[in-house]
């Protein structure tokens, strides 16, 4: 067995160290930097036997570890090799296996691990406000700045997010004049473009743990690395609950107001601390033409074509595959294509370029995707390569037949040689 990758990383909220929902507004800002910068669940290591290049490490006691996530060694040989992170392979209740080449032939314990972050940078954090650096995908820098719902009173679970190229760490604003204004200097959630994990306001349910939230909110995966960022969340039990949050490197056009990567989003057009009937499915289309749930820097972004400069979605309404799987005559085994996400100005429907990496589109219809209540999403598959493929229904109107998936495969988006 060879090592596995772990540049892209997979995160679900319910993992021991996280423990939380998509409603848990009180819990959310924590977790986003314990994915994105310091990690969690830090356990000590008893002892590690070593057979090849199969390692297991024993703890003395629960470790809490979960199979397919990245463990980070801090110190030791270990930490000298692929800079300490390596997947977890399988566990046991106080045992991890790992694939580690050269890996010596004795180790000693008594080292710490961690369930492994993004290695995004945090420049600045104050209250709700969190800036942090990820990377294009040629390393050049890139602020985002997330600002959290509070943890009381009546209000969304919700952040808006704003990607820029400059910004003052020493305020934790952004200064970019070519990215959208959403997000860039306010210091609690407003009104515009965000990631509303969910639209409910109950201040009893701000700090559910992930079993509390299961029934009404289902799981809160993450998918990521340096350079992307995906979250898969629901609104609620009922009524359309699925959302997919993502900022994503692109290859489009070379105009200067397009280099940045996408943000897809969705749009709150009522306070706060209101829940609205439109929040309930993410891709509900909006009135005003140059509105849109993704962009691209400050450029409104669709990702379908129209010949109408007024519709307002900006996804096709309708699933328009005419089956869910490929025939018989290709694959038996009920497989699915991801296809590259296509990017179009949103007013001229005119054709940008594509998404790199990271997230994909699928078209199943719904009597394929069994259930699609916010307990059984997101969901989760697999390639015949192994690569495990979470994957996320969402809706652009309110009945079954307006469905989309988007996958975030755990892979590489950046190949080196």
Not at 276 to 291: A, E, H, I, L
Not at 340 to 346: A, H, K, Q
Not at 385 to 392: A, L, M, S
Not at 402 to 413: G, R
Request: some cysteine.
């Amino acid at each position: 067995m060879a090592m596995k990758q772990t540049q892209t990383k997979f995160f679900a909220f319910s993992d021991v160290g996280l423990d939380l929902a998509s409603i848990s507004r009180a819990r959310i800002p924590a977790a986003f930097k314990k994915v994105l910068n310091t990690g969690y669940n830090e356990q000590t290591v008893l002892s590690v036997s070593v057979t090849g290049n199969q390692v297991v490490f024993t703890y003395g006691g629960v470790h809490g570890y979960t199979e397919s996530r990245v463990l980070k060694v801090h110190s030791g040989p270990l930490s000298e090799i692929n800079a300490g992170e390596f997947h977890i392979d399988s566990v046991t209740v106080n045992t991890v296996t790992l694939t580690i080449d050269d890996a010596p032939a004795s180790i000693s314990g008594g080292f710490k691990t961690v369930v492994a972050p993004l290695g995004w940078d945090l420049v600045y954090e104050l209250d709700l406000v969190q800036l942090y650096k990820m990377r294009y995908l040629d390393e050049r820098e890139l602020y985002v700045r997330f600002v959290f719902s509070p943890a009381t009173g009546q209000h969304k679970s919700t952040s808006n997010v704003c990607v820029g190229k400059t910004a003052n760490e020493a305020t934790g604003e952004i200064t970019d004049p070519d990215t959208l204004d959403d997000g860039k200097t306010n210091i609690i959630p407003e009104i515009g473009l965000q990631w509303m994990f969910s639209q409910q306001v109950n201040a009893s349910d701000a700090n559910f743990t992930a079993a509390q939230g299961l029934a009404n909110y289902g799981n809160f995966f993450i998918v990521g690395s340096k350079y992307h960022l995906t979250c898969m969340s629901n609104g609620y039990a009922t009524n359309y609950p699925g959302r997919f949050f993502a900022i994503l490197p692109i290859h489009v056009f070379d105009f200067d107001a397009l280099d940045y990567p996408l943000i897809i989003g969705m749009r709150s057009t009522t306070v706060m601390n209101t829940i609205n009937s439109s929040d309930y499915y993410q891709f509900n289309g909006q009135s005003t033409p140059p509105t849109s749930h993704f962009y691209i820097g400050k450029i409104p972004v669709a990702l379908d074509p129209t010949s109408n400069a007024n519709a307002g979605d900006v996804i096709n309404g309708q699933t328009l595959a005419a089956a869910s799987f490929f025939p018989e005559s290709l694959d038996t085994f009920n497989t699915f294509a991801a296809a590259p996400i296509t990017l179009y100005e949103r007013t001229t429907r005119q054709f940008l370029g594509f998404v790199s990496g990271g997230a994909y589109r699928s078209e199943i219809l719904a009597a394929q995707l069994g259930a699609i209540g916010a307990v059984s999403l997101p969901k989760i598959t697999s390639d015949d390569y192994g690569v495990t493929i979470p994957y996320q229904v969402v809706w652009s109107h309110q009945v079954s037949g307006y469905i989309h998936v988007f996958t975030a495969p755990v892979e590489e988006i950046k190949i080196e040689s």
